[in-house]
């Protein structure tokens, strides 16, 4: 006797849970049937059939009133032997595929499944050059402060012995032959059929009869340039600055891409960055800090001074107005941080020594509250 196979839930096979959308239903569906279509997985029968499985749960899902049907009473809602109305899969999963994309997406489609396709290029055959990125690094100080910098960058220019034309001087052009003139060719896999760019004429429909020797056609060459570079006030690590027309040379006279150049900033061995505000630490002495004083700290416009209040604890934080940033935006300037750190003496000769043990014996709990505090709170871990 026969092992009837079971069937797998439709929810199951589309991968969502029986709460999805009918948007989330249809996605889920295009990225498996892309996976899975037999043009993409040729002689994979178990691809196949998943395809085929994949369709038929499509077309009961992606249809309200079977999936209503399907809800309620599973496969044999649509089971004629048992009786079900509505029928079970009769469409071609091609047909449902087709369905699912719609005409205007197929191209897109095609190109995900096979890696064909290409660009739109502009008729006259003139193709604008590609962006380019440049990595520049700049000191804190360059960063807030504002540079100007100069930057060498090699890439493709126009071709000086053509003129971006890609032509020796005296040739003529003729129709491309791949493409009879249209710059279109049509490529064919499987159920599809698309247009995409003629490789040989690239969308001009023309070609040289003698390309250029120094740029074999193409209308470039490699060369390298000197780009001068303003940097405004307050830039950040990865601020993206835009250089029109720096990027490559468009092709037969097109127009030119554009340079990004991408700052990193170096880090300082004394200032952080939080934003438009400055952070750094100062070292203090501990009489300092519990008798009070003046400190000199730094800011990258010189010197500046901090009042050190008696008592000041370490990792106190004081803050200096308008010594930070230059927002880029001009939204004022941030403000410079100095956090406090206590020193403790590491040598000590005997009188220094022996000042301390004397200072020592003279201390109560009242000099040092937060330690008389802490024991308060932890007496009953010393019980």
């Known amino acids: 006797m026969s092992r009837q196979r079971v069937r797998e839930c439709y929810y199951t096979i589309l991968e969502v849970q029986r709460t999805a959308t009918s948007e989330e239903i249809k996605k889920s569906y295009r990225k498996l049937a892309i996976k899975y279509h037999p043009d993409k997985n040729q ?39 048992a009786g079900g109305g509505a029928g079970g899969f009769q469409g071609d999963p091609n047909d449902v595929f087709r369905q699912a994309f719609g005409s205007g997406d197929l191209g897109s489609i095609f190109e995900q499944m096979f890696g064909m396709g290409g660009r739109e290029e502009d008729p006259s055959g003139q193709g604008r050059g590609s962006d380019l990125r440049y990595n520049l690094e700049i000191t804190l100080e360059e960063a807030v402060n504002g540079v100007d910098k100069q930057i060498t960058v090699t890439k493709p220019g126009t071709c000086p012995d053509c003129q971006g034309n890609g032509a020796e ?82 092709q037969r006279g097109g127009d030119a891409g554009d340079l990004y150049v991408v700052l990193h900033v170096a880090e300082h061995p004394v200032f952080k960055r939080d934003g438009d505000d400055l952070l750094c630490e100062v070292p203090i002495a501990f ?27 370490h990792g106190t934080l004081f803050r200096i107005k308008g010594k930070g940033v230059k927002n880029v935006q001009g939204y004022g300037v941030g403000d410079l941080l100095v956090r406090v750190a206590i020193e403790i003496p590491t040598k000590l000769n005997a009188g220094q020594k022996a000042a301390l043990e004397a200072f ?12 008389k505090s802490f024991f308060e709170r932890a007496k009953e871990f010393f019980s």
């Open 287 to 313: 009489t300092q800090a519990a008798l009070g004083a003046e400190a000199e700290v730094p800011t990258l416009g010189g010197k500046a001074s901090i009042r050190i209040p008696q008592g000041t604890q």
């Open 43 to 81: 002689g994979n029968k178990e691809a196949e059939e998943k395809f085929k499985e994949l369709g038929e749960a499509y077309e009961i899902l992606s249809d309200q009133q079977k999936r209503a049907l399907y809800d309620q009473h599973g496969h044999a809602a649509f089971d004629r032997r």
């Open 360 to 371: 020592a014996q003279m201390c109560d709990e009242d000099v040092h509250p937060q330690k």
């Open 169 to 250: 001087k005296g040739s003529k052009r003729i129709r491309c032959i791949q493409c009879a003139g249209r710059g279109r060719v049509v490529m064919s896999r499987g159920i599809f059929s698309i247009q995409q760019t003629c490789p040989r004429c690239e969308g001009s429909g023309e070609v040289v009869d003698k390309p250029c020797k120094a740029c074999r056609g193409d209308g470039r060459t490699n060369q390298t340039s000197t780009i001068s570079l303003r940097i405004p006030p307050g830039v950040d690590h990865g601020t993206r600055l835009r250089s029109t027309g720096n990027g490559e040379a468009g």
